[in-house]
């Protein structure tokens, strides 16, 4: 199983600590990793067909403390298409002037959807085709840049269509908001003040965030599984389509 994780903040936030354990788990992931950071309507996107635990691309994301407000990130373990650099997420396409990146953790078979010149795949994952799939109903549903609610309501009646061809765990973003579906497993919190140490999961390390931190800022983390030992992480429930703006939860 792919590891999915996201960030969506309310003002620019370090995703070292979060993303240093999570590329931990690349040990049994290691088809290929990618992370997309945020910048107005841009995203700088960062990716690699080798594992995140020895790419020299990885090591410089742990090095660099780059700050966003949207941050989405993958680690591959391969069930449909090659190991190749096209085949890593997250993918990106243009929509209404915005960039939006995408990441899927699942497995959907026998999915073969119909897509238009605007949105093709530049690999061969089921994953990329679900996200072209998804951009261009979404042109279809929305002549112009609908609401972040607008949006939640159209991805609602859009993504059951491709869930029901299996496993459809996922993150997309297009800089305003984040959105995350659960199909088997994903978990959430929100750190906000008063801040506390965390301590991750899976590598020995910890920070203290409210020496980092002011009293007005606010992160929403979204991961397969849970990163920090001594936090309360949220799980989302199976068919659950959660929408993260400003470092809380909207929907």
Not at 64 to 86: D, F, M, W
Not at 110 to 139: I, K, N
Not at 212 to 224: F, K
């Amino acid at each position: 199983m792919c590891q999915l994780l996201g960030l969506n903040a309310n003002t620019p936030t370090d995703v070292v600590f979060s993303f240093t354990g999570f590329s931990t788990r690349a040990e049994e992931h290691k088809d290929g990793f990618g992370i997309a950071f945020f910048e107005g309507r841009g995203a700088r996107v960062f990716s690699d067909a080798q594992s995140a635990r020895d790419s020299p691309v990885a090591e410089m994301v742990r090095r660099y403390p780059i700050k966003s407000c949207n941050v989405i990130a993958h680690i591959r373990k391969a069930t449909q298409g090659r190991i190749a650099l096209e085949n890593t997420h997250p993918f990106q396409r243009e929509l209404w002037g915005r960039t939006w990146v995408f990441a899927h953790n699942g497995d959907l078979r026998q999915y073969a959807p119909r897509l238009h010149a605007g949105f093709r795949p530049v690999g061969d994952t089921d994953s990329e085709r679900a996200f072209c799939w998804l951009m261009q109903e979404l042109a279809k549903a929305h002549a112009s840049v609908p609401s972040v609610a607008e949006l939640s309501v159209t991805l609602r009646e859009l993504v059951p269509g491709i869930a029901a061809h299996g496993s459809f765990n996922f993150m997309l973003s297009n800089g305003q908001a984040l959105w995350a579906h659960c199909s088997t497993q994903l978990h959430w919190l929100v750190r906000e003040h008063p801040f506390r140490s965390a301590r991750l999961s899976d590598e020995d390390l910890s920070v203290d965030f409210s020496a980092l931190t002011t009293p007005s800022d606010r992160v929403a983390v979204i991961v397969t599984e849970p990163l920090t030992a001594d936090e309360r992480w949220n799980p989302l429930a199976p068919g659950e389509l959660a929408v993260f703006r400003d470092g809380a939860r909207m929907i």
